[in-house]
């Protein structure tokens, strides 16, 4: 087993990030911004956005945080993303997910503009991805897509690991890491195999694939019947169980086989965050071009 390091690739892009941002100080006087809305209470959440500010401030970015609670409605959400939309101040808007009670989420999501929509959930960049013929287009149009599968995608870029022509399976289909993931995967021209929680045969399919993406949200979920050696496992579950963090892979159960895979934690989690900072510079030059 060859591990996937999902920390050191992470911060050698946040180095990076921080020298892109010291330089656009150095050459407009300006410094990119991100507001940041957590809605209620979820102890999870709380944890996610402090390491989200605290990623902001280590990278030079300015960060806005706006907290309303849980008995916020939609409107007063709406009217905020609205306000942070005409803020020049703020190039980026990451509402975060879930809202309590799943008030309404996408309502929320299409009042972002677009141009702000650093978690690329917005129909308008959701639709873009999807148009987009190769990851060229995607990253000289400077579409913002969703932070989870664009840290996957740098992971298997950094790690010299070939996309091109290889059969990759996605067992989720989520608009926030399955879909967009599987458009990037296609992208970058493997064959791409959507699966969900109807797929009948999902072993016998996962044990074709070369790349094998888990985002699932099920402990220990993938196992030796999934995989065949050669097999490069990217592992993007998270969680919380009695014995602590897991993915939604058996790492333990396939540790011995021949295969790469990304630990958890340590390995899709930190990108994520990285790629928020990414999408917030993108968002910075989009607006100011
Ligand atoms: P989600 O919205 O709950 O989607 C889960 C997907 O898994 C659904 O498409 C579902 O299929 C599919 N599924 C459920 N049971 C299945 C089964 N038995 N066989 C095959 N497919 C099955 O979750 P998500 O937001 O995509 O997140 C997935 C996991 O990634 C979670 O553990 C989450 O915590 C984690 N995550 C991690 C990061 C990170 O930064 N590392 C970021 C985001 C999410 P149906 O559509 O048919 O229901």
């Not at 939309?85 to 989420?105: R, Y």
Request: contains cysteine; proline residues 4%; aromatic residues 2%.
């Amino acid at each position: 087993m060859e591990l996937i390091d999902g920390k050191k690739i992470s911060n050698d892009k946040r180095t990076e990030i921080k020298e892109r941002v010291s330089k656009i100080k150095q050459q407009t006087g300006k410094v990119p911004g991100l507001a940041t809305i957590l809605v209620g209470k979820n102890p999870a959440s709380q944890v996610y956005i402090k390491s989200k500010i605290k990623a902001c401030e280590d990278a030079g970015i300015k960060s806005f945080h706006h907290n309303l609670n849980e008995h916020s409605s939609k409107e007063d959400i709406i009217a905020l993303i609205k306000k942070l939309n005409e803020d020049s101040a703020v190039n980026g808007i990451l509402l975060q997910l879930p809202l309590p009670q799943n008030k309404d989420t996408q309502d929320c999501i299409n009042a972002i503009s677009p141009l702000k929509d650093v978690d690329g959930l917005h129909p308008f960049n959701a639709g873009l991805l999807n148009l987009s013929k190769s990851w060229n287009e995607i990253i000289e149009r400077n579409i913002l897509v969703s932070c989870t599968p664009l840290g996957v995608i740098h992971l298997l870029h950094k790690s010299n690991i070939e996309i091109e022509n290889k059969i990759a399976v996605v067992i989720g289909r989520s608009n926030l890491v399955g879909k967009p993931l599987s458009m990037l995967l296609l992208a970058n021209n493997a064959t791409v195999i959507m699966s969900h929680s109807r797929t009948k045969n999902l072993k016998e399919i996962c044990k074709s694939a070369d790349i094998i993406v888990a985002a699932i949200g099920k402990p220990k979920f993938v196992n030796k019947d999934f995989i065949k050696n050669g097999t490069v496992i990217i592992d993007v579950g998270i969680n919380r169980t009695s014995d602590g963090l897991c993915g939604d892979v058996d790492f333990d159960a396939v540790k011995d086989m021949d295969i790469k895979i990304t630990p958890v934690p340590g390995g899709v989690g930190p990108m994520t965050i990285t790629m928020l900072l990414e999408n917030t510079l993108k968002a910075f030059r989009g607006c100011s071009h």
